[in-house]
């Protein structure tokens, strides 16, 4: 079980772009690490993971797809989200969750506070 802190939300304007950080408080080489969103008015929801087995995308959900990228540094145990071409529909609390990867659920367990992310239009 790790514990998980989000940085690097903020005000920023249509088409700007930011990154993300997830910093966890210890090794995620075995943890399925991943990003959601909940916009005011609407339900969490998923926005992409990064895979213990080499960091890469799980995938994207399609209003993110192609703005979006998730990457890992492992020996930092950091998780980031570099998000692209921002839209207002794009302001939302962003968490970050982790999971062990050797097990059938598919549950998050750890979650972090959230940062908030606001785009102007």
């Known amino acids: 079980q790790v514990q998980l802190v989000e940085s690097g939300g903020g005000l920023v304007q249509a088409g700007d772009s930011l990154r993300l950080s997830c910093a966890a408080s210890?090794?995620?080489?075995?943890?399925?690490v991943a990003w959601f969103r909940q916009a005011p008015g609407k339900e969490r929801e998923f926005v992409t993971a990064?895979?213990?087995?080499?960091?890469?995308?799980?995938g994207y959900a399609e209003s993110v797809k192609g703005r979006f990228t998730v990457s890992r540094d492992s020996a930092k145990n950091i998780v980031e989200l570099q998000m692209n071409s921002l839209k207002p529909e794009d302001t939302a609390v962003y968490y970050c969750?982790?999971?062990?990867?050797?097990?059938?659920?598919?549950?998050?367990?750890?979650w972090g506070q959230g940062t908030q992310v606001t785009v102007s239009s």
């Open positions: 969750a982790a999971r062990r990867a050797f097990t059938p659920s598919e549950v998050y367990t750890s």
């Open positions: 210890g090794s995620i080489s075995r943890y399925t």
């Open positions: 990064s895979s213990w087995n080499g960091g890469g995308s799980t």
